[in-house]
């Protein structure tokens, strides 16, 4: 009976085994099956689009599962207004589609190169059309795609998409930034081209208004309009400009600001303009810049105060009262692979040698209110053969302008010298050697 109840209790066991591993196996044949392979398309294109003119279409394509598609078919379609001019891949490679039907395009990849890791961007078709010249304003042009594959997807609700641009004379109109990434104390331009297409048939010109909204006071201030071509400002934070653009003539405005020094690096500095006309407007921009800060600068803004350290063992203290506007400082080196050829007469490099200077607005600031402390750190190995009690920092105003003492240090501490100046230039470390050789005097 005990045999017979243990065989018994056994066979439970090895039941309940098998259960749970056909269970598990079960699961992770429905978790291959569904989430492995998850396609998904994206487009772009402009927002406006004048007619008879070119625009671009961008259809963007990736795999966000885990394993790769065995194939995919990419179908777009294009509006019935628009003629298709180019097809290519992303570095500008002819990709045409492999089915034209009508306004109908299909692209076939047998295994896509949009297999990737999870997330990771993939494979693009770049489309140029054109859109009628008799368009009338206000069509929306659509343009759909989507993607398919004969795998199981674990989701399907992303294979589709759509996007619009509106048909207006004023579809060439931009609004630009020059430059993607600027540091506190930059000045960034913007142009605004506000730009109207010829119609057959149409006005050739049109009254039109400008309306700019500026970012944050906090982060920059308007420096004023430049060219020929200016408009109004409202509470340094609003600018207007309206007239008459005729058909052809495009009309270029351009203003500068300048980035406060309180603007934290990561910030991302961004505004809109929006273009009116007749009963129609549309949206300039944005326009996008990126505020970063290098090691080895400090961004002050008005009556602040601060410590920065490059690598190279210079550490710049602005204290209270220094600054009484935004200003970047920063700290290089001045020669790295190389020891300077003119030194004070009788003296050695100490192998410690920089340039400082400060900005604001873009302009270069080199007086300050208050003495700027510099402390230079150094090791043994810094200052070989030198005389420890003769190391002086000393300053130039240039590559070929001779050396002249800084003073003496403020403070001299282990392995630290510390001295203060109102004014930036070329900085070295010098010292008199350990040594001293003399030649042998003779007699006649």
Same mark, same amino acid.
């Given at each position: 009976?005990?045999?017979?109840? /243990?065989?018994?209790?056994? %066979? ?86 492999? %089915? ?125 309009? /430049? ?17 008459? %653009? ?15 020094? %309180? ?124 005389? /420890? ?56």
């Amino acid at each position: 009976m005990k045999n017979v109840a /243990r065989t018994a209790s056994l %066979v439970a066991v090895l039941s309940l085994g098998i259960a749970a591993v056909l269970l598990m196996l079960s699961s992770l044949s429905t978790w291959a099956a569904s989430g492995d392979v998850d396609l998904t398309v994206e487009l772009e294109a402009p927002a406006h689009v004048a007619p008879g003119s070119t625009f671009l279409v961008r259809i963007a394509y990736y795999n966000l599962g885990a394993e790769a598609a065995p194939d995919a078919q990419v179908t777009a379609t294009l509006p019935a207004e628009t003629q298709l001019i180019t097809s290519t891949d992303r570095w500008g490679v002819p990709l045409p589609p492999d %089915v034209t039907d009508g306004n109908t395009l299909n692209w076939y990849f047998e295994r896509p190169d949009c297999y990737k890791p999870l997330n990771a961007c993939c494979g693009h078709i770049l489309l140029t059309l054109q859109a009628d010249e008799g368009v009338p304003e206000g069509t929306a042009l659509t343009t759909t795609a989507s993607i398919a594959t004969t795998a199981v997807e674990s989701d399907t609700t992303n294979n589709e998409s759509s996007v619009v641009s509106l048909v207006g004379p004023m579809a060439g109109s931009t609004k630009q930034v020059h430059a993607q990434s600027a540091m506190p104390g930059d000045v960034l331009t913007y142009t605004i081209t506000i730009s109207r297409a010829r119609q057959p048939g149409g006005n050739e010109w049109e009254w039109v208004t400008l309306t700019d909204t500026l970012p944050f006071s906090h982060q920059v201030r308007f420096l004023g309009w /430049r060219g020929t071509v200016t408009g109004t400002t409202h509470d340094g934070q609003t600018l207007r400009w309206e007239g008459r %653009v005729q058909a052809g003539e495009p009309v270029l405005l351009q203003y500068h600001l300048g980035v406060e020094g %309180v603007v934290t690096p990561g910030t991302t500095i961004s505004n809109t303009a929006m273009l009116r006309w007749a009963e129609h407007q549309m949206q300039l921009g944005p326009a996008t810049t990126v505020i970063t800060l290098p090691h080895g600068a400090l961004a002050l803004g008005p009556n602040q105060y601060g410590q920065v350290y490059h690598r190279y063992g210079v550490t710049l203290t602005v204290p209270p009262g220094a600054v009484t506007d935004t200003t970047r400082f920063q700290i290089g080196p001045l020669f790295t692979d190389t020891i300077p050829t003119n030194p004070p007469p009788g003296l050695m490099f100490a192998y410690r040698a920089f340039e400082m200077n400060a900005f604001r607005f873009g302009d270069q600031v080199r007086q300050f209110n208050q003495p700027l402390t510099i402390t230079l750190n150094f090791t043994d190995t810094d200052a070989p053969g030198l005389k /420890r009690e003769t190391l002086r920092l000393w300053t130039r105003s240039g590559p070929e302008g001779p050396w002249a003492t800084l003073g003496e240090p403020v403070r001299v501490m282990s392995g630290a010298l510390a001295f203060t100046t109102t004014h930036f230039s070329q900085f070295a470390l010098f010292g008199r050697g350990q040594y001293q050789t003399f030649l042998p005097l003779t007699t006649r």
